[in-house]
């Protein structure tokens, strides 16, 4: 089974900032990483799949990148809305699909 | 637009029973792949089962693989997991989600219901 360990836990930021999470994978999963975002109460939305691609209607100050066992999402100018949980996601080998422990994106 | 909508949920007594539901609308069910994925109170995220278009093809969590039966029915726009043999850690909100692209196996999910709470407790 593959482990994402994702990093920081929680990260604290003002609006404004750039965000920077880490995802790292146990082993390799090529480009088969997304990245999903959930706020309290709702369930999760995609933000990236396949570790670079933009879902439909996510703004471009979201934007993923990294290859094999190492993935970064980033947020440029932070919104009071980003703030939230944040998971990444592996397809790479399964089953199982497998969720990284989360980050939690925090106002400063 | 997209719908997902899951019910079934409630209070089971361990090693009891319940059958969720998730009814699919603004799309074309059965031309897409549908997993469960649950969430443990104040945790993350853990894939639970995986059913193919037709419903030919099913994965399933270790950590549920026996207890756990996951079906669809294309004609009704529903799929449907059979939770059997609860425990005390099946406690946890269950999502429906669609995978990202019609007619192949994508593993990504672009479209979630609101979940469905399972609480198991003596």
């Known amino acids: 089974e593959i482990v994402l360990t994702q990093s920081p836990v929680t990260l604290s930021l003002s609006p404004g900032e750039r965000a920077t999470l880490s995802c790292r994978a146990s082993?390799?999963?090529?480009?088969?990483l997304a990245w999903y975002q959930q706020k309290p109460g709702q369930a999760p939305r995609l933000l990236i799949y396949?570790?670079?691609n933009r879902a439909t209607g996510i703004p471009a100050r979201f934007s993923g990148s990294g290859s094999g066992t190492d993935f970064t999402l980033t947020i440029n100018s932070l919104e009071p809305e980003d703030f939230a949980v944040y998971y990444c996601?592996?397809?790479?080998?399964?089953?199982?699909?497998?969720f990284g422990q989360g980050t939690r994106l925090e106002i400063k | 637009q997209v719908q997902l909508v899951e019910s079934g949920g409630g209070l089971a007594k361990p090693g009891g029973s319940l059958r969720l539901s998730c009814a699919a609308s603004g799309f074309s069910f059965s031309d897409y792949y549908m997993s469960w994925i649950r969430q443990a109170p104040g945790k993350g995220l853990e894939w639970v089962s995986y059913i193919s278009a037709s419903g030919n093809t099913i994965y399933y969590a270790g950590s549920v693989k026996g207890r756990f039966s996951i079906s669809r029915d294309n004609a009704k726009n529903s799929m449907l997991l059979q939770l059997n043999s609860l425990r005390v850690e099946d406690t946890a909100v269950y999502f429906c989600?669609?995978?990202?692209?019609?007619?192949?196996?994508?593993?990504?999910?672009?479209?979630w219901g609101q979940g469905t709470v399972v609480t198991v407790s003596s």
């Open positions: 082993q390799s999963v090529g480009s088969y």
């Open positions: 396949d570790s670079s």
């Open positions: 996601q592996q397809r790479s080998d399964w089953p199982p699909i497998t």
């Open positions: 989600a669609r995978d990202k692209e019609p007619k192949r196996s994508f593993q990504t999910f672009d479209y």
